[in-house]
């Protein structure tokens, strides 16, 4: 269980340092792209806080599931594999 929490903190903080990075320059992005037309949309910090929650998210369950599954198998069948 140490090792599933340990591998899902790691990961879940390169997610967050990612969403944090990237979400001001997208929005930045984004928003100088819409104002060049008539009929927009405003884009707000809450557009992206959504999805940024569902990466996470998914990150938790992709990477916890992965070492579960590493974390209880046999460790002589994954050798024998490699």
Sequence with gaps: LDLITLLCSDFT???ALAILLASPAALYIARNYLSGYAYHAELGIWDFAGPALGMLLLTLVTVGQ?????AVGNPVDSL???
Excluded: C, N, P, W
């Excluded at 992965?66 to 590493?70: D, F, I, R, T, V």
């Design 66 to 70: 992965q070492s579960l599954k590493a």
């Design 80 to 82: 024998r594999s490699e």
């Design 13 to 15: 903080r390169l997610v």
